[in-house]
């Protein structure tokens, strides 16, 4: 298995508040993703990174930050979590890019914004 | 708009028969194919892939087809056991952004006694 490790794998938390989920790697990995998992919506990608301080945007980016100011964490951020922002929370990682290589996922992280 | 597409959100299959679960995608620069297997609670893994390339990638019971001028990949699984109850994803990936791949709805498998 990958070594890719989530924390904390599960949160409950109030709408205004702010969250940090953290992804931690130890392949030594470029890439980085953040998923969320949603009944009827499959995998959406949030951010991902390509690099250290390296990120863009996926599809469905608003509401949410990342940082990764090292190769093995990848920080995701909601500022103010809404219910909305109820989800499963996959980081994945992948060594030489998605169109070559790989995706290995972490295992998730359950988030419940009340 | 969705750029991938699995219409069946469930399929029932008979252990022992073959499981044919379908894929459509839209952006023709999609180039490179996969299938993601996830269990309840845990995370998705890797299962098959396929490259543009080619038409068929076969592994021990799984088989990917991919018909590149329909637009359309299936997963077959023969013969079809209880392990294989789960949900199955399917994902594509573009030549001119190779950083990030795009997944389906996925299609949730049970597979009948």
């Known amino acids: 298995d990958a070594g890719i490790t989530q924390s904390p794998r599960h949160k409950v938390t109030e709408t205004g508040t702010p969250v940090t989920l953290r992804c931690h790697q130890t392949e030594n990995h470029r890439y980085m993703y953040w998923y969320r998992q949603d009944p009827g919506h499959g995998l959406r990608l949030i951010h991902y990174s390509y690099g250290v301080k390296d990120t863009d945007k996926g599809e469905v980016s608003d509401g949410y930050s990342v940082s990764r100011s090292k190769t093995e964490d990848f920080l995701l951020t909601l500022e103010s979590a809404t219910s909305s922002q109820t989800s499963v929370y996959f980081c994945?990682?992948?060594?030489?890019?998605?169109?070559?290589?790989?995706?290995?996922f972490g295992p998730g992280t359950r988030l419940t914004v009340l | 708009d969705q750029q991938v597409k699995q219409n069946s959100p469930s399929l029932s299959v008979q252990e022992g028969r073959i499981s044919i679960l379908n894929c459509d995608y839209t952006?023709?620069?999609?180039?490179?194919f996969l299938w993601y297997k996830k269990y309840p609670a845990e995370g998705p893994t890797f299962l098959i892939s396929i490259s543009s390339i080619k038409d068929k990638n076969e592994d021990g019971r799984f088989t990917v087809f991919l018909n590149k001028s329909a637009k359309h990949l299936s997963l077959h699984i023969v013969p079809s056991q209880p392990g294989d109850s789960a949900v199955y994803f399917c994902a594509a990936s573009a030549m001119n952004r190779d950083d990030k791949i795009i997944f389906g709805k996925g299609t949730r498998l049970h597979i009948l006694p």
């Open positions: 994945a990682i992948t060594g030489t890019g998605a169109n070559t290589d790989t995706q290995y």
């Open positions: 952006n023709s620069m999609f180039d490179y």
